[in-house]
Nanobody
Framework: QVQLVESGGGLVQAGGSLRLSCAAS????????MAWYRQAPGKQRELVAI???????NYADSVKGRFTISRDNAKNTVFLQMNGLKPEDTAVYYC??????????WGQGTQVTVSS
């Protein structure tokens, strides 16, 4: 069973930075697009950033210019560098495959809390 393990969250002041990591326990990682999502309390999970298998990226308007998604296919790991954090970025962050054919259960996520 494929597992996704997110890490790197924490408590940071507004304007600060964090780098999230997500390790996938499968070599099919390198063949598929990956994405970061987040879910704030009382809100639906939303898409934050996508990276294709060959490194093309897309971002939600709310994080453009502040967040950077990247991947290391040799380590089956996707990253999210978050700079200029705002209180509204507070959420549990998850990664997953961005695919209609690769269906993987959500991991435990990693909590990001930004204080004002």
């Amino acid at each position: 069973q494929v597992q996704l393990v997110e890490s790197g969250g924490g408590l940071v002041q507004a304007g600060g930075s964090l780098r999230l990591s997500c390790a996938a326990s499968t070599s099919i990682f390198r063949l598929n697009a990956m994405a970061w999502y987040r879910q704030a309390p009382g809100k639906q999970r939303e898409l934050v950033a996508i990276i294709s298998s060959d490194g093309n990226t897309n971002y939600a308007d709310s994080v453009k210019g502040r967040f950077t998604i990247s991947r290391d296919n040799a380590k089956n790991t996707v990253f999210l560098q978050m700079n200029g954090l705002k209180p509204e970025d507070t959420a549990v962050y998850y990664c997953n495959f961005r695919s209609t054919t690769v269906l993987v259960s959500w991991g435990q996520g990693t909590q990001v809390t930004v204080s004002s």
